[in-house]
């Protein structure tokens, strides 16, 4: 073998040799002769030296050579997969709260009740509980409030709104820090309320197994998942200024003689404050997951329903 061949040989830009093969002139070997992505390519291919920047092959029995140009062009076209978004949920665009009152407008639907989904009106979300829709119940002169019921109801409602704001103001959950001191606190009005009725001698019963076993139910639900249990912390005041003020007017007009509770008295304007809390929520809800709002929405109709046997306590 000659000094030449054993050089290419022993040479790094080496890869594979296919035997047996004679060598090509001296001068396809220089790497200057080749430009980038050229190859020397003989009759036989018997010898395949390998570089990035070309490709000599040396044809057995033959001294010459040609050099031969592949196709050039650049790599084939990416072809973008198409994106697909994911088919929003109603309300989902404004918020965590707007959410939740498609859910509530969908449980009144579930009773024959339309609703035009497009509005925003406070009138809409005053129908939004299942609370108001035992009063509309009064349109059709089915709905007779008792006062032993409205009693067990301010009861069961005292000690839910107790629970509550004891839960955020006693937390260490940061979450629960922003919903301190909102102005819609229903829990010391109700004892007033219920104080007032004591002295016209009424007899005041005990929590009914509704509220207490909701009570233990948003207990234990603040302790595990601060999201769902705001989720019931809104809707109760949501339901209460919504339906439970129809409710309230209702008791007053047929039981009461037209005396207004406490239960209906806020020291500010009642919108305001409860749009305050709604933008909070919404604030928070904008870093929940999908998966967390899912839940957040199932919540949302749990708490409707458990409110709506509270006011049911009232007919009975």
């Given at each position: ?43 036989g ?9 070309f ?5 057995s ?11 050039s062009?650049?790599?084939p ?6 994106l ?6 109603p ?10 009152r498609f ?26 509980s ?14 007779k ?24 103001d ?6 629960y820090?922003?919903?301190?001191k ?16 004591r ?15 909701y ?9 595990k ?19 439970g003020q ?5 008791v ?15 020291e ?23 998966d ?5 929405l ?18 009975l």
């Amino acid at each position: 073998m000659s000094s030449m061949a054993k050089a290419v040989l022993q040479s790094p830009i080496h890869t594979s040799v296919s035997w047996p093969f004679s060598l090509p002139p001296p001068h396809l070997f220089r790497p200057s002769t080749l430009t980038t992505n050229q190859s020397m390519i003989g009759h036989g291919g018997a010898l395949i030296l390998r570089r990035s920047s070309f490709i000599i092959a040396a044809a057995s029995g033959s001294s010459s050579a040609s050099a031969v140009t592949p196709s050039s062009g650049s790599a084939p076209p990416v072809i973008k997969k198409r994106l697909r978004y994911r088919r929003q949920y109603p309300g989902e665009n404004v918020g965590i709260t707007e959410e939740m009152r498609f859910v509530a407008m969908r449980l009144r639907n579930i009773n024959g009740k339309k609703y035009n989904g497009n509005s925003d009106s406070e009138n809409e979300e005053s129908g939004a509980s299942e609370s108001e829709s035992e009063g509309d119940d009064d349109e059709s002169g089915t709905w007779k409030p008792s006062m032993e019921g409205f009693l067990k109801y301010l009861v069961d409602s005292q000690l839910v709104f107790n629970i509550i704001e004891r839960i955020v103001d006693e937390s260490d959950d940061v979450s629960y820090s922003y919903f301190r001191k909102t102005g819609l606190e229903r829990s010391e009005a109700i004892l007033k309320d219920l104080e007032w009725f004591r002295q016209k001698g009424m007899a005041i019963p005990e929590p009914t197994n509704v509220g207490v076993s909701y009570g233990k139910y948003l207990e234990e639900l603040a302790e595990k998942n601060a999201p769902m249990f705001l989720c019931h912390f809104y809707n109760i005041y949501f339901s209460h200024i919504s339906g439970g003020q129809i409710i309230a007017k209702q008791v007053s007009e047929n039981l009461l003689d037209g005396v207004e509770l406490e239960f209906c008295k806020w020291e500010a304007e009642v919108p305001e404050l409860l749009k305050g809390v709604r933008e909070k929520l919404n604030m928070l809800g904008e870093h929940w997951s999908r998966d967390v709002k899912n839940k957040c929405l199932r919540e949302a109709s749990k708490s409707f329903k458990l409110l709506g046997q509270l006011v049911r306590l009232i007919i009975l």
